[in-house]
């Protein structure tokens, strides 16, 4: 199965502390509660200083992608994500504040289930790439668009802001795929995610 997630497909929604809004690209189960997912991949917009939420449990890959930088510190983390497409992975058990370095910033986020799924990001820009077998994959494209070239499909082009889920099937195998940027600034993550 495959999909492009435009704008439309997504979820957005405030936080309950007031300090920003998250937009959701998908979960595994789709659509599943946060108590009740394998994997959720989002974007959130912060706009103001605050504690992270707490999700026993669930391990996190964080990318900055737009905006001056933010600080994370608590249990063990002090941290400046300042550079735009840089994983920093940390457990959603931690009390984590963040702290913005100047202004609003927005951040793509994954978050996996222990125990039920594991992940690696690839940040795809300047050249193609080829992206190794997954049972899920997506591919967001986080500026400019991309084209994803799969095995027995024609091409398609994933715009700003969209991304393309593959879950792997009977009748569509997980197979290697490949992602080429559409322009020089074009920018896509690519999520490969493992369900054990």
Same mark, same amino acid.
């Given at each position: 199965? !495959? @999909? $492009?997630? =435009?704008?439309?497909?997504?979820? *957005? ?9 998250? =937009? ?15 994997? *959720? ?12 939420? @707490?999700?026993?449990?669930i ?8 905006g001056?930088?933010?600080?994370? =510190?608590?249990? &063990? !983390? ?8 840089e ?9 984590i ?6 202004g ?8 996996? @289930?222990? &125990? ?7 940040? $795809? ?10 049972? !899920?994959?997506?591919c967001?494209?986080? #500026?400019?668009?991309h ?5 027995? !499909? ?8 969209? #991304? ?16 080429n940027?559409?322009?020089a ?12």
């Amino acid at each position: 199965m !495959h @999909r $492009v997630l =435009t704008t439309a497909d997504h979820h *957005r929604m405030p936080w309950r502390n007031g300090g920003g809004t998250t =937009t959701e690209i998908a979960t595994y189960p789709p659509r599943a509660a946060l108590d009740a997912f394998d994997w *959720r991949v989002s974007v959130a917009d912060v706009s103001a200083d605050g504690p992270f939420s @707490r999700l026993p449990g669930i391990d996190r890959v964080l990318l900055l992608i737009a905006g001056a930088g933010i600080r994370l =510190t608590g249990d &063990g !983390h002090d941290v400046e994500l300042r550079a735009a497409y840089e994983p920093y992975a940390f457990r959603g058990d931690d009390a984590i504040d963040g702290r913005l370095v100047d202004g609003p910033v927005r951040n793509f986020n994954v978050m996996l @289930r222990r &125990g039920r799924a594991r992940a690696t990001v690839a940040v $795809v820009r300047a050249a193609g790439e080829r992206i190794p077998p997954a049972p !899920h994959r997506l591919c967001y494209a986080a #500026a400019g668009r991309h084209e994803c070239v799969r095995p027995g !499909h024609p091409p398609q082009t994933v715009a700003a802001g969209e #991304a393309l889920l593959i879950v792997a099937d009977a009748a569509d195998p997980a197979l290697p795929f490949a992602v080429n940027p559409l322009g020089a600034d074009a920018v896509a993550l690519v999520v490969a995610i493992e369900c054990p």
